[in-house]
């Protein structure tokens, strides 16, 4: 085994970096940190520069998260994730046999680290391509159900609770956003939003249009081919185009 | 037989039993067991036994009437009594918006009948009904008794429908007021312990400490700094979320406390300034809801970015309102729809369950980049300051 082993760390907090640097120093003198980065697009870039064996990466990091960056750099270096607090993370770690290391470091988990590294460095890197993939979601932070439409009204970028949409219209280069008094104007593509609206509260019923169930006040039927949608507090009618008519078979 | 009745009854009763509102179906339920159980059926006896005692006493005056013919006649307009005013007792909701028109309706079928009763009478005796009518004085009675019998039974079905539909209203009103209120304040308090849950993240915690213990072991004054910063914090954090209400000058303190902990941890990332107008400074406001925001934009601002950004939050007055500004220069939002965190939803929740319309959270891209965050609410002071003073000059 060579004698010098090198790693790089990326931490965003300077004093957390700092620390795992002093502690690392003191359990593994062999052990060369050769990059410090302060985030995910620095710690990709260093690591392209400096080749290092081993990477420390901090899970929540500004630009590319610790995980985004083990999926790119995973296949090529031994990575140790640090957290302070995803229990999900830690959970998934565990099951996947994934190093990891708790904030703030303590120095018998860094020796218990480091012995399990020394046997690994024998070894090529295993791919946490699956693992990160499955993980991502859980660790971007808010998982509240609750969505804002960032909008221009007028000249100004407003946010808007998605609850009080009354419906979504393509138009031509935009996308309509219709509340009850006024309207916005957004360039996400209708499609893009159908992913990200809960399927329970907004449904496509035309090519063009996204209603919010909460905002119908009924179904018009003019014959067995042209119906519409009525809301409340409006006038217009929304047509619903006929793949989308067995939607309201039941109303 | 009896066996097929009864099942067709059954199936009946379900039927109507099925189409009543709750309220109605407790009262029928109610009164099912008074009639079957607790023995309301001994009083049916009892007012046919008492009818037929009137009767035969009416009977004993030279009325023309032998006992068999009063006895009937009574109990049934007796009956008919009974039995219409069950119907309206329990089928108020029917003659809801008709009761006028049953009125006017009541009496005159009850003419019409009281005229078709007295022809057949008439054409059974073989009397022409045509002769028999000629008599003005017995067409009168006949008249007379069709009229009085429908306007009695109309005045007490429609009286019946028309209490019982009151009560209906009410109750169903008191209800509904009830449900409300009961839901407002299951709203508020979750969204109280919403905002508890948020509060102190496990994140900041280790990380703050982690921060503290890396200071102290160097030696640097900087560690007591910290975890003075971090005492004032959760001091402030702890009670102030158990009350009802906080001011913004106490909200401020905690936001200071907070912010100096983030600057020692991000270093040259963060930089902020809290400004707190003396006269919003007594200003009662809903505990956490400015350190939520606060938290917000270090989360969502200054620690997805790298080069970092400023914090500025801003207490002012705004006419009757306390204006609450919370502006951040770090990542903003991306395009389109983003997950707004459930910190925003719950302030919005929390201050329209307290102030309704007088209340807003408004959210928008900060100039030049970034977010900003704006809590409108009425100070609580300047509107008892109105109601107590009504001249601005007897203000103090």
Same mark, same amino acid.
């Given at each position: 085994?060579?004698?010098?082993?090198?790693?790089?760390?990326?931490?965003?907090?300077? &004093?957390?970096?700092?620390?795992?640097?002093?502690?690392?120093?003191?359990?593994?003198?062999?052990?060369?940190?050769?990059?410090?980065?302060?985030?995910?697009?620095?710690?990709?870039?260093?690591?392209?520069?400096?080749?290092?064996?081993?990477?420390? &990466?901090?899970?929540?990091?500004?630009?590319?998260?610790?995980?985004?960056?083990?999926?790119?750099?995973?296949?090529?270096?031994?990575?140790?994730?640090? @957290?302070?607090?995803?229990?999900?993370?830690?959970?998934? /770690?565990?099951?996947?046999?994934?190093?990891?290391?708790?904030?703030?470091?303590?120095?018998?988990?860094?020796?218990?680290?480091?012995?399990?590294?020394?046997?690994?460095?024998?070894?090529?890197?295993?791919?946490?391509?699956?693992?990160?993939?499955?993980?991502?979601?859980?660790?971007?932070?808010? @998982?509240?159900? =609750?969505?804002?439409?960032?909008?221009?009204?007028?000249?100004?970028?407003?946010?808007?609770?998605?609850?009080?949409?009354?419906?979504?219209?393509?138009?031509?280069?935009?996308?309509?956003?219709? &509340?009850?008094?006024?309207?916005? &104007?957004?360039?996400?593509?209708?499609?893009?939003?159908?992913?990200?609206?809960?399927?329970?509260?907004?449904?496509?019923?035309?090519?063009? @249009?996204?209603?919010?169930?909460?905002?119908?006040?009924?179904?018009?039927?003019?014959?067995?081919?042209?119906?519409?949608? =009525?809301?409340?507090?409006?006038?217009?009618?929304?047509?619903?185009?006929?793949? /989308?008519?067995?939607?309201?078979?039941? =109303? | 037989?009896?066996?097929?009745?009864?099942?067709?009854?059954?199936?009946?009763?379900?039927?109507?039993?099925?189409?009543?509102?709750?309220?109605?179906?407790?009262?029928?339920?109610?009164?099912?067991?008074?009639?079957?159980?607790?023995?309301?059926?001994?009083?049916?006896?009892?007012?046919?036994?008492?009818?037929?005692?009137?009767?035969?006493?009416?009977?004993?005056?030279?009325?023309?009437?032998?006992?068999?013919?009063?006895?009937? !006649?009574?109990?049934?307009?007796?009956?008919?009594?009974?039995?219409?005013?069950?119907?309206?007792?329990?089928?108020?909701?029917?003659?809801?918006?008709?009761?006028?028109?049953?009125?006017?309706?009541?009496?005159?079928?009850?003419?019409?009948?009281?005229?078709?009763?007295?022809?057949?009478?008439?054409?059974?005796?073989?009397?022409?009904?045509?002769?028999?009518?000629?008599?003005?004085?017995?067409?009168?009675?006949?008249?007379?008794?069709?009229?009085?019998?429908?306007?009695?039974?109309?005045?007490?079905?429609?009286?019946?429908?028309?209490?019982?539909?009151?009560?209906?209203?009410?109750?169903?009103?008191?209800?509904?007021?009830?449900?409300?209120?009961?839901?407002? $304040?299951?709203?508020?308090?979750?969204?109280?312990?919403?905002?508890?849950?948020?509060?102190?993240?496990?994140?900041?915690?280790?990380?703050?400490?982690?921060?503290?213990?890396?200071?102290?072991?160097?030696?640097?004054?900087?560690?007591?700094?910290?975890?003075?910063?971090?005492?004032?914090?959760?001091?402030?954090?702890?009670?102030?979320?158990?009350?009802?209400?906080?001011?913004?000058?106490?909200?401020?303190?905690?936001?200071?406390?907070?912010?100096?902990?983030?600057?020692?941890?991000?270093?040259?990332?963060?930089?902020?300034?809290?400004?707190?107008?003396?006269?919003?400074?007594?200003?009662?406001?809903?505990?956490?809801?400015?350190?939520?925001?606060?938290?917000?934009?270090?989360?969502?601002?200054?620690?997805?970015?790298?080069?970092?950004?400023?914090?500025?939050?801003?207490?002012?007055?705004?006419?009757?309102?306390?204006?609450?500004?919370?502006?951040?220069?770090?990542?903003?939002?991306?395009?389109?729809?983003?997950?707004?965190?459930?910190?925003?939803?719950?302030?919005?929740?929390?201050?329209? !369950?307290?102030?309704?319309?007088?209340?807003?959270?408004?959210?928008?891209?900060?100039?030049?980049?970034?977010?900003?965050?704006?809590?409108?609410?009425?100070?609580?002071?300047?509107?008892?300051?109105?109601?107590?003073?009504?001249?601005? $000059?007897?203000?103090?």
């Amino acid at each position: 085994m060579s004698s010098r082993v090198t790693a790089l760390i990326a931490e965003d907090e300077p &004093l957390m970096r700092e620390r795992l640097k002093d502690k690392l120093h003191e359990v593994w003198p062999e052990l060369a940190v050769v990059a410090e980065a302060q985030d995910g697009d620095e710690a990709v870039a260093m690591f392209d520069e400096h080749r290092p064996q081993i990477a420390f &990466l901090d899970i929540r990091m500004p630009g590319r998260s610790g995980l985004e960056v083990a999926a790119e750099i995973g296949a090529r270096c031994h990575v140790v994730f640090i @957290t302070a607090y995803d229990q999900y993370a830690v959970k998934a /770690f565990d099951a996947g046999a994934a190093d990891y290391l708790l904030k703030p470091v303590e120095t018998d988990r860094l020796v218990a680290m480091k012995e399990r590294m020394e046997r690994k460095l024998a070894t090529p890197p295993i791919d946490l391509s699956e693992l990160v993939a499955q993980l991502r979601s859980s660790v971007k932070g808010d @998982t509240g159900r =609750m969505k804002w439409v960032k909008a221009a009204v007028g000249k100004q970028v407003k946010l808007i609770p998605v609850d009080e949409v009354l419906y979504f219209q393509s138009d031509t280069k935009y996308t309509r956003v219709v &509340l009850a008094h006024g309207e916005a &104007l957004i360039r996400t593509p209708l499609k893009e939003l159908l992913s990200d609206l809960d399927p329970e509260k907004f449904w496509q019923v035309h090519r063009g @249009t996204i209603v919010n169930l909460d905002a119908v006040s009924g179904v018009l039927r003019e014959d067995a081919e042209r119906q519409f949608i =009525m809301l409340k507090n409006r006038q217009e009618k929304l047509p619903i185009s006929r793949q /989308f008519t067995h939607l309201f078979k039941q =109303m | 037989m009896l066996a097929f009745l009864k099942s067709r009854y059954d199936a009946f009763a379900q039927r109507v039993l099925s189409s009543l509102s709750e309220i109605e179906r407790r009262d029928v339920r109610a009164f099912d067991t008074w009639f079957y159980r607790s023995g309301g059926w001994r009083w049916l006896i009892g007012v046919v036994i008492l009818t037929t005692l009137i009767s035969w006493i009416a009977s004993n005056f030279p009325w023309n009437m032998s006992f068999a013919e009063a006895a009937i !006649l009574f109990n049934l307009v007796v009956l008919t009594l009974i039995w219409s005013g069950l119907s309206a007792w329990f089928g108020y909701r029917r003659f809801q918006g008709r009761i006028f028109r049953y009125i006017v309706a009541a009496p005159i079928l009850a003419l019409f009948g009281a005229l078709l009763g007295a022809s057949i009478a008439g054409v059974v005796k073989g009397v022409d009904p045509f002769v028999f009518f000629q008599d003005s004085a017995k067409l009168r009675h006949v008249v007379t008794a069709g009229l009085v019998f429908g306007v009695l039974f109309a005045i007490v079905t429609a009286l019946i429908a028309h209490l019982r539909n009151r009560e209906y209203r009410a109750m169903t009103a008191h209800l509904e007021a009830e449900a409300r209120q009961s839901e407002t $304040s299951r709203q508020l308090a979750e969204s109280k312990l919403k905002l508890l849950q948020l509060q102190i993240e496990p994140h900041f915690l280790f990380n703050t400490l982690g921060s503290a213990q890396q200071l102290a072991e160097k030696g640097a004054p900087e560690a007591a700094r910290l975890l003075g910063e971090l005492i004032r914090f959760l001091r402030a954090a702890a009670p102030a979320l158990r009350d009802e209400m906080s001011t913004i000058r106490q909200e401020a303190a905690m936001i200071r406390a907070y912010l100096g902990i983030m600057q020692t941890r991000l270093g040259r990332r963060l930089a902020w300034s809290v400004h707190v107008a003396d006269d919003v400074a007594d200003c009662p406001i809903p505990p956490g809801m400015v350190i939520t925001l606060t938290e917000n934009a270090i989360k969502h601002g200054i620690e997805p970015s790298a080069r970092g950004g400023r914090i500025d939050v801003l207490f002012e007055r705004d006419g009757d309102n306390a204006s609450i500004v919370v502006a951040d220069t770090g990542a903003g939002l991306a395009d389109g729809l983003s997950e707004g965190g459930i910190g925003l939803a719950n302030i919005r929740e929390r201050i329209a !369950l307290l102030y309704g319309d007088r209340a807003s959270l408004s959210l928008e891209e900060n100039d030049p980049e970034g977010f900003r965050a704006r809590i409108v609410m009425p100070d609580a002071r300047a509107q008892q300051a109105h109601s107590l003073h009504p001249l601005p $000059s007897e203000v103090h």
